[in-house]
């Protein structure tokens, strides 16, 4: 459960309007609050350091982008050879294309890096992909930038989705982390 508390301070509450934060609802501020402790009791200055360079430390600190966590796309060095990543909407229509028109069998796994689910899901699929070795599974972050619009037209509201692909039609589609029933769906179509 994320923690809320308010802001006490007004030097911190008029940074955060500043960066157009709400003093009201910004979760971990401990880091943020031992930041500011830090800096509303500056260290002393140097004669030779100019009050300038302070200032525009203090306002680094607490640039927009420092204040969000970050996140990463998703991404793996330890991928198996038959996952494909799809890093743009190009690579995708050309996934569809080779699982319909070409019918060749693949799943598509829309996932997301900030997913608790899909980060619990993904070991599995690198174990399933290495048994099932013929089939291709396409990786589909959906905070890639250029996929926006293509995750619009699929109608993917949840992640992680898998939509897998037989003889050229989509057979099944799975929204949620359920290894069991991903492993059965995907023996099921693909061992048959």
Known sequence: MARYCAVRSPFLRSLLR???VSPYSFRALSTFAS???????PPPLAPSTPVSTSTTHASSLFSPYRLLPYRK????????SNIVLIRSEEDLNDAFRKAEDESLPAIFYFTAEWCGPCRFLWPSLKNLSKDLSHITIYKIDIDQEDLNRAIEKLNIFSVPTLQFFWKGKKANEI????VEKIKNVSFQLYES
């Open 18 to 20: 500043q960066q157009h």
């Open 35 to 41: 930041r500011a402790k830090a800096l509303s009791s």
């Open 73 to 80: 796309l998703s991404s793996d060095t330890d991928v198996p």
């Open 175 to 178: 929204v949620g982390a359920d």
